[in-house]
């Protein structure tokens, strides 16, 4: 039996721990092991579905030491005006080119793919080949990283919570670019990114509006990606926090909050007539979301229960089907809703968002505290756990706990220098464009609103949690 000794044993190597082990190994001399069951880095990413790409910028993902993609600005498509976003198979080169080009040749990182890691023992900690059955024990000198307790579900390996009729044409987006005959019209089943992804992608290849069916059993706010941007355009990631915190001052619940952000253009709905439920942090262009308003063919009766070859049946009704209908499954709910727990604890450290919405540079911040600071306690308060449910009521919480975090490391100088240099941060090199009125207009509006912001917030927080009066 193999048995090899490290500093840290990283569980994991997906969109956190590949950033995690990037910026923990730039700011320290430590050895990780880096173990995970798929063949290469890459996570969810490698089975991701052949026409997906991210939602946010090429500049703020992947691992803060490699450049992902040119910085480029689309000029054409749905994502003109906004910095370029990469395909799922340039993620993974990058992570790939991150671990065999930098991390390996370093001599600080092993990496154990096709291994499952099975726990811990007397003898230490365990994982074995899949192919081989070889068992490995490690010592792990300092802490084991468990990146998997936010692991996503995804869309290839989800097995759906309703019944499908075998003679059903059911599918996950993965297999809809290998349909080799024309269907009487597709039902797209979910409410989240994937299925907007599916729906537009099917608008964009000719299908016609009409011959798609969306099954939506609440709505989702989605994000204006223009209103998110780095680099040149920073002055409008600055403006999107800055109108939050504003409305967070001063909106008489969450539901008030959303309604005068979208006003303000930071957030948008597909149907302006239905008051969404959730918020798992999309985003749409202009483009997108007119395109996704052409389907008027919406159901809204509760989620799926069972589809039949001439019926589906859901929670408030049913409707027709037919042997030509495609079903396509966007039922996977991506990040789960999960309990925050410290991220660092006596043996281990739990990865989780500790920035609002961004998993690598939030991953990437958890790593830097690790080398940076002694103590969990102290690491605690600089990286408190962001509960993520996506759920608009929760949401207030969700905020208080995302702008205390911040506010923390914004208190110690060489946080924020390494905040200031890392390339996962969309805020980056703010302060060299204070010159740009939204800029100027920002940093004012932040300034004045986020103590009143906080105060608000909590309000709401204890209001969602006082008990029904008799």
């Known amino acids: 039996m193999k048995q090899i000794e490290t500093d840290y044993l990283v569980v994991g190597a997906g969109a956190s721990g590949m950033a995690f082990t990037d910026a923990l190994t730039s700011a320290a001399d430590v050895e990780v092991v880096l173990v995970d069951r798929r063949h290469r880095p890459g996570g969810h990413w490698l089975d991701a579905y052949p026409f997906v790409r ?14 992902l993609g040119d910085d480029r600005i689309d000029e054409t498509g749905p994502n003109a005006g906004c910095y370029e976003r990469a395909t799922g198979s340039e993620i993974c080169d990058h992570y790939q080119r991150a671990l065999e080009e930098d991390m390996l040749p370093s001599g600080k990182v092993r990496f154990f793919g096709m291994s499952d890691y099975l726990g811990q023992d007397a003898e230490g900690h365990r994982f074995v080949a ?5 068992p490995t024990i490690v010592k792990v000198r300092r802490k084991i990283v468990d990146t998997t307790y936010t692991e996503g579900a995804i869309p290839s ?3 759906p919570s309703f019944e499908v009729d075998p003679d059903v044409t059911f599918i996950p987006p993965n297999d809809i670019v290998d349909l080799d005959a024309g269907a009487f019209g597709f039902t ?48 409008s990631a600055l403006e999107w926090q800055s109108r939050i915190v504003e409305e967070a001052a001063g909106a008489e619940d969450v539901f008030d909050m959303f ?24 985003t749409l262009s202009t483009m997108e979301l007119e395109a996704l308003r052409q389907i008027s063919n919406v159901v809204r009766l509760g989620k799926v229960r069972r589809i039949g070859t001439d019926r589906v049946i859901l929670d408030e009704g ?3 089907s037919d042997p030509g209908q495609v079903y396509v499954d966007c039922t996977a709910p991506g990040v789960p809703p999960i309990q925050a ?15 609002f919405g961004i998993v690598p540079w939030g991953a990437a911040t958890v790593g830097y505290v690790e080398a940076a600071r002694d103590g969990d306690e102290e690491k605690n308060r600089l990286c408190p756990a962001v509960s993520y449910p996506g759920e ?27 905040n200031e240099g890392c390339r996962l941060n969309p805020m980056r090199g703010a302060m060299d464009h204070l010159d740009d009125p939204l800029v100027q207009e920002a940093l004012a509006r932040l300034a004045a609103n986020m103590e009143p912001a906080l105060a608000n917030l909590e309000r709401m927080v204890a209001g969602s949690l006082a008990p029904a009066s008799a």
Request: charged letters at 25%; proline letters at 6%; a neutral charge.
């Open 54 to 67: 991210l939602h946010q910028p090429s500049a703020c993902y992947g691992v803060a030491s490699r450049k």
């Open 130 to 134: 899949t192919l081989t059955g070889e």
């Open 157 to 159: 390996r989800h097995t």
């Open 188 to 235: 797209v089943i979910g409410a989240g990114k994937t299925s907007m992804d599916v729906c537009y992608w099917l608008l964009d290849q000719g299908v016609d509006p009409d011959r798609i069916r969306w099954i939506r059993a609440r709505d989702a706010w989605a994000i204006d990606r223009a209103r998110l941007q780095p680099l040149e355009l920073v002055g």
């Open 259 to 282: 309604h005068r952000l979208e006003a303000h253009g930071v957030f948008h709905r597909i149907d302006p007539s239905v008051e969404p439920q959730v918020m798992r942090g999309a």
């Open 318 to 320: 049913s409707i027709p």
């Open 341 to 355: 727990r410290p991220v660092f604890e006596a043996d281990r450290i739990v990865t989780q968002l500790v920035t």
């Open 392 to 418: 608009l009521s929760d949401m207030a919480q969700t905020l208080v706990v995302g702008l205390k975090g911040p506010a923390a490391r914004m208190a110690e100088p060489d946080l924020v220098a390494w």
